[in-house]
């Protein structure tokens, strides 16, 4: 929370796969406080500091109501009423983001998208098949970690001190995924890909043009879909899967476009708000 004054906005994060909120996400926290935020985050259920098996996702709607019931709970405080409300999704968290938004269309005022898994790449989508398989096999072993899950932060941090800070944090899963974790992704994606026209929140979705783990195409997909009047594309060229993880002056420029996104937002009118579409890179 920031020091001596009243946040001008909420901001609640939601963290990607295998991640967790209070290392990875302590760059990011102190950022926004200093820009005059009060930011609040949860480990989702298996990940971080939750309990749960480790990565496993039995369902995903109870990740959204997890998240739902404690930012919720922030929101309805009474320092807190009458702020407005961002949400901050990142990966996987950008599903949970906008699942939130599906949940209470009208409830939050915004969300910051971070190379949101929203669509399943077409060379990368499943025969239904495939999928009916998985959903049986599912239903007999759960939590069978047969998955592979490769090593991929020489291709998600550019940063070589925040590659050394994900490998050495005890908080990040690195084993591979259970079944069901794999199927509840796989699942998520799809409902989110065919609902993204019910999107009608003001975003900021960001996106590295060299992301080889989420495909920036899904970004631009989501501004083309969603019915919001106010919504803003941001590619990097040259930037991987984590934009607020590249080199320094890459990161300053990330953020800066982040918080003046916000500013715009957190003291004018609903009416205001309402701007029109637009596209940069």
């Known amino acids: 929370m920031p020091q001596n004054f009243q946040p001008k906005a909420s901001i609640f994060i939601c963290h990607g796969i295998a991640a967790e909120c209070s290392i990875s996400m302590r760059d990011t926290a102190t950022r926004l406080v200093r820009a005059g935020y009060g930011v609040y985050g ?4 298996g990940h971080g500091r939750s309990s749960g098996r480790r990565c496993y996702i039995p369902n995903f709607n109870s990740i959204v109501t997890d998240c739902s019931d404690y930012f919720t709970s922030i929101c309805e405080k ?7 409300r961002f949400l901050y999704g990142i990966s996987m968290g950008g599903s949970v983001a906008l699942l939130l938004h ?7 005022d915004g969300a910051i998208l971070l190379a949101p898994m929203c669509k399943v790449s ?6 239904p098949i ?6 049986m096999i599912c239903a007999v072993v759960p939590s069978w970690r047969i998955i592979p899950t490769p090593d991929i932060i020489d291709k998600v941090c550019k940063d070589p001190n925040m590659r050394k800070e994900v ?24 409902d989110t890909e065919k609902n993204l026209n019910q999107v009608k929140l ?4 960001l996106h590295g043009g060299d992301d080889i783990v989420t495909d920036p195409s899904v970004s631009k997909l989501l501004l083309e879909k969603a019915s919001s009047r106010d919504k803003t594309f941001k590619l990097y060229p040259g930037m991987w899967h984590a934009p607020t993880a590249e080199l320094p002056d890459d990161v300053e420029r990330v953020y800066s476009d982040i918080i003046n996104w916000l500013d715009e937002r957190a003291n004018i009118t609903a009416s205001v708000s309402k701007a029109s579409s637009t596209s940069s890179s």
């Open 122 to 127: 077409d060379d990368m989508k499943p025969h």
């Open 167 to 190: 490998r050495s944090n005890p908080y990040i899963y690195r084993g591979k995924l259970p079944l069901k974790t794999c199927r509840e992704l796989l699942m998520v994606s799809l």
């Open 202 to 205: 003001p975003f900021l979705v």
């Open 78 to 84: 009474p320092e807190n009423r009458g702020k407005k």
């Open 42 to 45: 949860i480990d989702h259920e």
């Open 102 to 108: 599906r949940k209470a269309p009208d409830y939050w």
């Open 130 to 135: 495939v999928v009916s398989a998985l959903t």
